[in-house]
């Protein structure tokens, strides 16, 4: 799977996978993009993605969680974040 980051004025803008180009929108009030906006429970569940992500020692980190009945997956590279909520 290729997955292309479209990075406008140093931010990212937009990731593009299996033929889609999808938005990547920063979370108010985490250090973390979300693919495909922002959920109504992001408070919640960017606390819990980034405390994962940040047990890595390694320069990329993929993880795909179901937590409390969510299901997402991130990935961390380069210093960035990105989350995408798998219950749309």
């Given at each position: 799977l290729t997955v292309t980051l479209l990075v406008e004025n140093g931010k990212p803008r937009s990731v593009s996978y299996?033929?889609?180009?999808?938005?990547?929108?920063?979370?108010?009030?985490?250090?973390?993009?979300?693919?495909?906006?922002?959920?109504?429970?992001?408070?919640?569940?960017?606390?819990?993605?980034?405390?994962?992500?940040?047990?890595?020692?390694?320069?990329?980190?993929?993880?795909?969680k179901r937590d409390d009945g969510v299901n997402l997956q991130a990935v961390a590279a380069g210093g960035l974040v990105f989350a995408e909520f798998l219950d749309k």
């Open positions: 299996n033929g889609e180009i999808i938005p990547v929108v920063r979370d108010p009030a985490a250090p973390l993009w979300w693919i495909g906006g922002v959920p109504d429970t992001s408070r919640l569940l960017s606390g819990k993605v980034l405390e994962k992500i940040n047990q890595g020692k390694v320069p990329v980190v993929v993880l795909t």
